[in-house]
């Protein structure tokens, strides 16, 4: 954090400056900023402070970028809260990253805001919706491959790093044989299939490229290592820690070989079943909490991406309705969007070495089909979708939900096969009470799929009816009102009169928890008004307070 002097001071020699730098910007938006535009110099900048060695990257707005660099005064998001909110909405996109600090000057010739950008952290180049971007001199375009070598060149792989002293003895036996099994499983060539039967336990390592040269690698020791083998990879944890945080706590540490134990954290998870009963089917659909291949593909990612230098574990967190997975390090490559909209394939990888053996060992997807698998198969269950954080540069955190949050949002998946992942990653905010597009939300109502009023919207629980049957629909809705109807009309002749409050009291609940509270009383205003449109009550109170009695 600057003190208001010096940012004073740094903004009067970024002003003095002859011309701007690779690392340093200066816009009027005197108004506004186009968002994306925004992210692209976030990129730019944060890869040039890297490259031009620089703690960070700068960019003002509120000044001209030709000298003089008058000061003219913005009024971009002046809202103190919606300013802040731009570090989750840049992190999102930015592979994790954001700024540092944003810093607002209120100077005598207007206001000014000098964002401090991170510089692209070692060997990851900084990433804007999954492109790199970058700056010569004062023009904006994309990062060279030189460029891009000279950020990814500075750090090298810690998985491929040779383990002095570990040999054959250090590795699981089961593990090793495991290992193999998946292997020839993985490839089916007659080729290989032909001569496995020859490979001792040292050819057969360096096949599947878990060895290097002959010799045990960080890779071998944390897939198929024996526990007590885990000092070769120390300082740094080969840990994955489960912890149970329901009305009963418990926790338990697993080490390698995680080619094993990745099962068994698996299966440490509480699995139970339960069924959904889908509108208008007799038979129910007999459902699990968890799908177990969800789970282990989610840990491998982990397991796979962590950033191991960092000294830290990774954790899973089971809840009542939900599992939480954290692995340290940001997402490395691109956005979660660009894998399950654009099926992106990766173009590198935090630990290389560790993912190629991962792959060859069927834990992970090569052409990085994971993350959009998750998806689709969790869509499939007809269960709220994976949830992906990564607002926090240092850390990615995967919830899996264990418990349906809006039967109706099931309901859609079963009766309506046809919705595209755009549209069910749509639906499923919905139910999550997440911000939605206009473009996302004409869509759905387009389609039927959502009822209410922004930002009181909820999956509309007649999809089928809207859908195929609007008829059914009308006498559905129509027998649901004469429901309530009867409702009141048995409460006033139980205790022979009702207020108007002790009628809401007896509706409230009867309607869905997506309707607000004014929703509710202007429907059961409208019930009320039914009923003594047909004679059928009469009110002997006044029209403020109102006394509703049966009429004979």
């Known amino acids: 954090m600057f003190s208001l002097e010096q940012l004073h001071q740094m903004l009067a020699e970024f002003r003095r400056m002859p011309a701007e730098t690779e690392w340093l910007e200066f816009k009027e938006a005197k108004q506004t900023f186009d968002f994306d535009k925004l992210g692209e110099y976030f990129s730019a900048l944060s890869n040039e402070a890297r490259l031009k060695k620089q703690a960070s990257g700068w960019l003002v707005f509120g000044i001209e970028d030709k000298r003089p660099r008058k000061i003219v005064g913005t009024q971009f ?33 207007g206001r000014v805001l000098m964002f401090q950008i991170p510089a692209a952290p070692v060997g990851m180049p900084t990433t804007w919706k999954g492109h790199f971007y970058g700056r010569n001199g004062e023009s904006l375009g994309a990062l060279s491959f030189q460029e891009l070598d000279v950020i990814r060149q500075n750090i090298t792989d810690w998985s491929a790093e040779i383990c002095s002293g570990a040999t054959i003895r250090h590795l699981d036996e089961k593990a090793l044989q495991v290992a193999r099994e998946k292997f020839l499983k993985k490839f089916p060539e007659e080729r290989i299939q032909l001569n496995a039967g020859k490979w001792n336990p040292e050819v057969f390592l360096e096949k599947a490229r878990l060895t290097k040269d002959g010799q045990l690698t960080r890779t071998t020791i944390l897939l198929l290592g024996k526990p007590e083998s885990s000092h070769f990879v120390g300082p740094h944890p080969a840990q994955v820690s489960w912890k149970l945080q329901t009305e009963e706590e418990a926790y338990e540490h697993f080490y390698p070989p995680f080619l094993l134990t990745a099962d068994d954290v698996v299966k440490r998870i509480r699995n139970i079943s339960f069924r959904l009963q889908p509108f208008n089917q007799l038979i129910p659909i007999e459902l699990t909490k968890y799908d177990p291949k ?137 139910q999550k009470k997440l911000p939605l597009s206009k473009e996302d939300t004409q869509l759905l109502r387009k389609k039927n799929l959502i009822e209410g009023r922004s930002p009181n919207i909820f999956v509309s629980p007649h999809i089928a009816d809207i859908a195929n049957h609007r008829d059914q629909y009308v006498k559905y809705v129509a027998s649901q009102n004469a429901y309530h109807r009867k409702l009141i009309l048995d409460f006033i002749a139980e205790h022979g009169s009702a207020t108007r409050q002790e009628i809401d009291d007896v509706l409230k609940f009867k309607f869905p928890a997506t309707l607000t509270d004014a929703q509710k009383h202007i429907k059961i205003g409208n019930l009320v008004s039914r009923l003594k449109l047909k004679k059928l009550i009469q009110n002997r109170g006044t029209k403020k307070q109102p006394k509703w009695f049966l009429k004979k």
């Open 77 to 109: 998001r002046v809202d103190p809260l919606w300013l802040h909110k731009l570090k989750q909405e840049i992190a999102s996109h930015a592979n994790g990253l954001t700024f540092e600090e944003i810093y607002e000057l209120s100077l005598p010739e």
């Open 294 to 430: 969800i789970l282990l593909e989610a840990l491998n990612n982990c397991l796979a991406h962590q950033d191991y230098r960092q000294n830290a574990r990774i954790n899973v967190i089971e809840k009542i309705d939900q599992v939480i997975m954290q692995s340290v390090g940001g997402f490395f490559d691109g956005t979660v969007e660009d894998y399950i909209f654009h099926e992106r394939m990766p173009q590198n990888y935090r630990n290389p070495f560790l993912a190629r053996a991962m792959v060859n060992l069927d834990m992970i997807d090569a052409l990085g089909m994971g993350i959009r698998r998750m998806f689709l198969e969790q869509r499939k269950r007809y269960f709220p979708l994976p949830e992906y954080h990564v607002q926090d540069p240092n850390h990615v955190r995967i919830v899996i939900h264990g418990k349906l949050i809006d039967e109706n949002y099931s309901r859609a998946l079963i009766e309506k096969t046809d919705l595209s992942i755009e549209e069910v990653i749509a639906l499923d905010r919905v």
